[in-house]
């Protein structure tokens, strides 16, 4: 078993997530002033926060011999390595070359890009929290997963070798 972490906020993300946490900073500075209307702006954008680090974004990938295992905070998933038919690394350059357009449904910006990409090949699976070295999972017939662990090279060595070891048995 390997675990690899949610790789690190590229700087692009990072400078976004810093602007984003000033709205409900600014909304309940806004609240404390006296316009008591901006709580509520400011407790709805703190509420999807919360749930975007709770259950979008995810903490950590673990490679196993027979699956790959994506935790959240709030909930776990796996993914059969009989299911896993390549994963490899790949920039931004060679993703748009592959899928064209893509447009993200679900969070975007805080802290990265979760939930689907929606694009001309088809509806990718996405958390990411960088915007580049990225590793793309081909499943089959299943939809790809796009991510971003810790230590892309690593990563796909890893699951190289675990699905060698799953095709012998």
Same mark, same amino acid.
């Given at each position: 078993m390997k675990i690899f972490r949610l790789a690190p906020m590229s700087s692009m993300?990072? !400078?976004l997530t810093l602007f984003l946490f000033l709205l409900p900073i600014a909304f309940f500075a806004l609240a404390a002033s006296g316009r008591s209307f901006f709580v509520y702006p400011a407790a709805f954008v703190s509420i +999807?926060? =919360?749930?975007?680090?709770?259950?979008?974004?995810?903490?950590?990938?673990?490679?196993?011999?027979? =699956?790959?295992?994506?935790?959240?905070?709030?909930?776990?998933?796996a993914i059969p390595r009989a299911q896993i038919s390549e994963a490899r690394i790949i920039d931004a350059k060679?993703?748009?070359?592959?899928?064209?357009?893509?447009?993200?449904? !679900?969070a975007g910006g805080m802290w990265g890009g979760f939930g689907w990409l929606w694009t001309g090949r088809g509806i990718v699976q996405m958390y990411v929290s960088r915007t580049d070295r990225f590793v793309? +999972?081909?499943?089959?017939?299943?939809?790809?997963?796009?991510?971003t662990p810790e230590r892309p090279e690593e990563f796909v060595r890893a699951l190289s070798a675990s699905s060698a070891g799953s095709a012998r048995h």
């Open positions: 993300i990072r !400078g +999807i926060y =919360a749930w975007i680090w709770l259950r979008f974004r995810p903490t950590r990938f673990v490679v196993r011999p027979d =699956a790959l295992e994506i935790e959240w905070p709030l909930k776990r998933r060679q993703l748009r070359g592959e899928i064209g357009w893509g447009m993200r449904v !679900g793309w +999972i081909e499943r089959g017939g299943e939809r790809p997963w796009l991510i």
